[in-house]
């Protein structure tokens, strides 16, 4: 039977340790996670623990094969012709020596390390660093590897760009079980999450990257009338602000809600579209590629650069919400945890021959 050894550098609620956390499902699969800084890791998550051995999570980022040296020598110990080793970004790698090991890569190599919109907005020349670091990184070894699964078209199609020869396999990201339709009363809901019963309310879910696009979003709550009301989830700039929450906390706030809004630059595949279609909520989007891709054109899209189109999308988001949540709800199938298992399954079987 394929041992699968997942290894997650993500701590708990970001996306990426989700990805993992969904992967852990599968059969016969471990998740061993690169602590790389410890408060980080505070909150109740999968997996087994390497923690780094120095106390700056920097130079653990920085120095793997040293910091990181007790993982390099379990991963070996695991090592026969039945393990597959995954990893589920490529910012880091620990184990190399294997033919048996897949990458993840969820975004557009061109603009994750030739633009400045994977920036963190708080700290420019930091981040151009880690980003010489991390295009080192993803050059010497993905881009080396033979297998590569990534979660759109969109993003194939930039690694072919870029000058990956190997084997590419788009696997989309699926939507949890943990997000679902809330049958009952949504004023029950928001007085349970404190927010307001006479306000539409616009949900973005979002963090402080410059991809994110939140500017737009300090520029829109300054226009909305009084009608409506922004509801921020993560390092987003919301009138209200939900950070470090769970997945059902998350579910209860989608179900609160009346659209999302999601007016990215740049995405690699944007997960809250599909999570918002499966709970039932319009979805207000950049006229972008992948999310063109990603939601099959079925939301309102707008030019994530204008203000105003972004506010005459929310107006036609309420207006046409019954065809648009009767439509996301079937993209939502698409994206479910069957498919994603099945097709993960089968890639494991390819690559451990």
């Known amino acids: 039977m394929i041992k699968k050894i997942i290894i997650n550098f993500w701590q708990p609620y970001t996306a990426l340790y989700r990805y993992a956390e969904l992967l852990s499902k599968l059969d016969n699969t471990e998740i061993v996670n690169v602590v790389d800084s410890r408060e980080r890791w505070s909150y109740e998550h999968t997996g087994h623990d390497f923690p780094g051995k120095f106390k700056h999570g920097m130079f653990n980022t920085i120095m793997p094969s040293i910091s990181h040296k007790d993982l390099a020598i379990y991963l070996n110990s695991l090592r026969d012709d039945n393990t597959v080793y995954h990893y589920t970004s490529q910012r880091d790698v620990i184990l190399y020596n294997s033919d048996k090991i897949l990458f993840t890569v969820h975004d557009n190599p061109f603009s994750q390390f030739n ?39 969109y993003v194939k199609e930039s690694l072919i760009n870029w000058g990956y020869k190997g084997r590419t396999y788009v696997i989309n990201l699926p939507v949890a079980d943990s997000f679902y339709h809330i049958n009952g009363d949504k004023n029950k809901i928001r007085k349970e999450l404190n927010l307001p019963l006479d306000k539409i309310l616009i949900l973005n879910v979002s963090n402080n990257v410059l991809r ?50 999601f007016p990215s630059l740049e995405e690699g595949q944007g997960l809250p579209v599909i999570e918002a279609f499966k709970v039932g909520l319009p979805v207000i989007a950049s006229d972008i590629k992948v999310l063109r891709e990603v939601t099959n054109s079925n939301a309102i899209f707008v030019n994530p650069n204008d203000v105003n189109s972004i506010y005459q999308g929310i107006k036609d988001s309420i207006k046409n919400a019954d065809e648009l949540i009767k439509n996301g709800r079937i993209e939502a199938k698409k994206y479910s945890f069957d498919i994603f298992k099945r097709k993960m399954e089968d890639l494991y079987a390819k690559i451990s021959g």
């Open 115 to 153: 633009t400045n919109l994977y920036y963190n907005s708080n700290n420019y020349k930091k981040e151009k660093l880690r980003k010489v670091y991390e295009k080192y990184i993803f050059n010497k070894y993905a881009m080396h590897s033979n297998y590569i699964t990534t979660n759109t078209n």
């Open 212 to 261: 994110k696009n939140g500017e737009i979003i300090m520029k829109l709550n300054k226009i909305l009338n009084d009608d409506y009301l922004i509801i921020g989830v993560g390092n987003s700039n919301g009138r209200i602000n939900f950070k470090n929450i769970n997945d059902q906390t998350l579910n209860k706030i989608y179900n609160a809600c009346d659209a999302l809004l």
